[in-house]
């Protein structure tokens, strides 16, 4: 176990160096830069933003110059909000979509896992056909449409919810429902698809010729073994909504780092569009292991090579 642990972070390491020389290049390579923008800047200022911020050297000097920062875990200031650290944002940032993304998960797995092993349990009848509507139309219906009937509805009509801001325990339902409802539809199929596959296998039947009960049958054998490529799926998703959903936070105005994000890459600022990318990469390939150790953990058959 610890010999492959070691050999995952290595990988890892790889990867995440990887996303951040893509990203540093390709970036580069789109039109503009972050002191365009700027109004009434004459070339000479402009000049001088350059040198301070190191912009005006080799392309190639300014990568090995970010990489050996980042690799110290200094991301360099922000371009455009001056005198602020891009360390310093995805500090404050994060907390706030990591709480609301935390949550668009829990409740993904409380309601999707379930509600996939009763359409699986009443397979072809009128409960199975109605999860999987509701699972389909969660699937197609985009994000930002889920926000716009949300906001209309609970917001706007009944006034029952507040639609902006996340000063409060109800402005966090309405972005928690939208943002939790694709991952739910999707762990409901996935969870319905992998039940029925294993309640047809040969144990599982020698469990019920034995006189297992319903609920033993159901909760020891199949819901440990169906489990597991919901797990797979939660892991990337964990780390893409912990990080935040650029449409549900803007939409709601959320100030989290999706929102953050955004503006970094509208005003092209360099070091947050470049930290923010290694900071999510980071997560999602630190999930992925964190996954595969589960995997172990709920089926000690697996073998970890």
Same mark, same amino acid.
């Given at each position: 176990?610890a010999k492959y642990i070691v050999k995952r972070l290595l990988f890892?390491?790889?990867?995440?160096?990887?996303?951040?020389?893509?990203?540093?290049?390709?970036?580069?390579?789109?039109?503009?830069?972050?002191?365009?923008?700027?109004?009434?800047?004459?070339?000479?200022?402009?000049?001088?933003?350059?040198?301070?911020?190191?912009?005006?050297?080799?392309?190639?000097?300014?990568?090995?110059?970010?990489?050996?920062?980042?690799a110290q875990g200094d991301f360099g200031d922000s371009l455009k909000?001056?005198?602020?650290?891009?360390?310093?944002?995805?500090?404050?940032?994060?907390?706030?979509?990591?709480?609301?993304?935390?949550?668009?998960?829990? #409740?993904?797995? *409380?309601?999707?896992? @379930?509600?996939?092993? /009763?359409?699986? %349990?009443? !397979?072809?009848?009128? +409960? =199975?056909? $109605?999860?999987?509507?509701?699972?389909?139309?969660?699937?197609?219906?985009?994000?930002?449409?889920?926000?716009?009937?949300?906001?209309?509805?609970?917001?706007?009509?009944?006034?029952?919810?507040?639609?902006?801001?996340?000063?409060?325990?109800?402005?966090?339902?309405?972005? #928690?429902?939208? *943002?939790?409802?694709? @991952?739910?539809?999707? /762990?409901?199929? %996935?969870? !319905?698809?992998?039940? +029925? =596959?294993? $309640?047809?296998?040969?144990?599982?039947?020698?469990?019920?010729?034995?006189?297992?009960?319903?609920?033993?049958?159901?909760?020891?054998?199949?819901?440990?073994?169906?489990?597991?490529?919901?797990?797979?799926?939660?892991?990337?998703?964990?780390?893409?909504?912990?990080?935040?959903?650029?449409?549900?936070?803007?939409?709601?105005?959320?100030?989290?780092?999706?929102?953050?994000?955004?503006?970094?890459?509208?005003?092209?600022?360099?070091?947050?569009?470049?930290?923010?990318?290694?900071?999510?990469?980071?997560?999602?390939?630190?999930?992925?292991?964190?996954?595969?150790?589960?995997?172990?953990?709920?089926?000690?058959?697996?073998?970890?090579?």
């Amino acid at each position: 176990m610890a010999k492959y642990i070691v050999k995952r972070l290595l990988f890892a390491l790889v990867t995440i160096w990887a996303v951040a020389t893509i990203t540093f290049f390709l970036m580069n390579m789109v039109p503009g830069g972050p002191f365009l923008s700027e109004k009434a800047i004459s070339p000479q200022a402009t000049a001088a933003l350059e040198a301070k911020y190191g912009l005006d050297k080799p392309l190639f000097q300014q990568y090995l110059t970010y990489m050996g920062d980042a690799a110290q875990g200094d991301f360099g200031d922000s371009l455009k909000q001056r005198g602020r650290t891009v360390m310093s944002i995805i500090q404050n940032k994060f907390p706030v979509s990591a709480r609301i993304g935390g949550l668009s998960v829990l #409740v993904a797995l *409380l309601i999707g896992i @379930p509600l996939g092993c /009763i359409a699986a %349990l009443n !397979r072809g009848k009128f +409960l =199975d056909s $109605l999860i999987s509507v509701i699972a389909t139309c969660g699937i197609a219906v985009p994000s930002f449409v889920i926000c716009t009937v949300l906001m209309y509805f609970l917001g706007v009509n009944l006034r029952l919810l507040p639609t902006m801001g996340l000063t409060s325990w109800k402005h966090y339902i309405m972005p #928690v429902m939208a *943002l939790s409802f694709y @991952p739910t539809a999707y /762990i409901m199929r %996935l969870m !319905r698809s992998s039940m +029925l =596959d294993v $309640l047809s296998q040969d144990y599982m039947r020698t469990a019920k010729a034995k006189g297992v009960s319903h609920f033993a049958m159901l909760f020891k054998h199949a819901l440990r073994n169906a489990v597991l490529p919901v797990i797979t799926y939660v892991g990337p998703l964990l780390a893409y909504l912990v990080t935040g959903s650029f449409v549900v936070e803007k939409v709601f105005t959320i100030p989290g780092l999706g929102g953050e994000f955004i503006t970094a890459i509208n005003g092209r600022d360099y070091t947050v569009i470049m930290g923010s990318t290694i900071f999510l990469a980071a997560l999602i390939v630190m999930m992925n292991v964190i996954v595969d150790i589960l995997y172990k953990l709920v089926d000690p058959r697996i073998k970890l090579k």
